[in-house]
Each structure stands twice: as structure tokens, then as C-alpha cells.
């Protein structure tokens, strides 16, 4: 019979981003920050001006861009430090996916910033 018999059967999951550990979310999260820092050097370089006015602020506070952005960025690692912890890793992973776009807006604004400059 049938009914007699025990079948387990394992499905595989989709990766899930609860398995991502909070160790690696502020990796990642601290690498975007070096990625967004790069960006928006470049697309400073390129005539395109800061948006942020935090950051603005900062990086006349400071003297440089380079020396306002590390500030800022110095401080928003200390804040997810915090979180990861904490283990609010749900906010990391929110966070990470905020700066994943602000750095794909920042070398979009990076490219519209340098197609300005090649126009005759």
C-alpha cells in the first residue's frame, strides 16, 4: 500500500536573503560605501555636483571632498557596525540595497555628467 510508505522529499530554496549573516551584510555594506566614495569623486571630477546636502555641507566643512565623504562614510560605517551588532540585519540589508542604487545613480549621473562635457 501506498499509505504505508514515508516519502520525504527535499526541495531545494531559493536563495533567501535571510541566509545572507550579518557578518557579511556589513561587508558588503562597507564596500559600497568605498564604491559610492569612488563614484562620487568621479562624477565631482566630471562637473556634477553633490545632491546630498549633508554631504555637501561636510565636504566644505572639511576642505576636500575627499576628507567631507570620508566623514560621512566613517560615520554611516560606525552606524552599521552597530546594526549588524545588534543584529538588525534587516535594516543592513535594506541599507545595502539603498546604496547599491545610489552608486548605479551615481555612474549614471557620472556618464550624463561626462556626455555634457564631450558636446561641442
Not at 556589513?26 to 559610492?36: A, E, P, R, T
Not at 543584529?87 to 555612474?107: E, P, Q
Request: charged content about 10%; glycine content about 6%.
Amino acid at each position: 500500500m501506498v499509505d504505508d510508505m514515508n516519502v520525504t522529499v527535499s526541495i531545494p530554496r531559493p536563495f533567501a536573503a535571510e541566509t545572507i549573516s550579518g557578518a557579511r551584510l556589513f561587508v558588503h555594506f562597507s564596500y559600497l560605501q568605498v564604491l559610492d566614495v569612488l563614484t562620487t569623486l568621479a562624477f565631482l571630477m566630471a562637473g556634477v555636483q553633490e545632491a546630498n546636502p549633508l554631504v555637501r555641507w561636510s565636504m566644505l566643512a572639511f576642505g576636500t571632498p575627499l576628507q567631507g565623504l570620508v566623514a560621512v562614510k566613517v560615520g554611516a560605517v560606525v552606524l552599521a557596525l552597530l546594526c549588524w551588532r545588534t543584529g538588525r540585519n534587516a535594516l543592513l540589508r535594506k541599507a545595502n540595497f539603498f546604496f547599491s542604487c545610489l552608486v548605479a545613480w551615481n555612474l549614471f549621473c557620472l556618464i550624463l555628467g561626462l556626455a555634457a562635457r564631450v558636446r561641442p
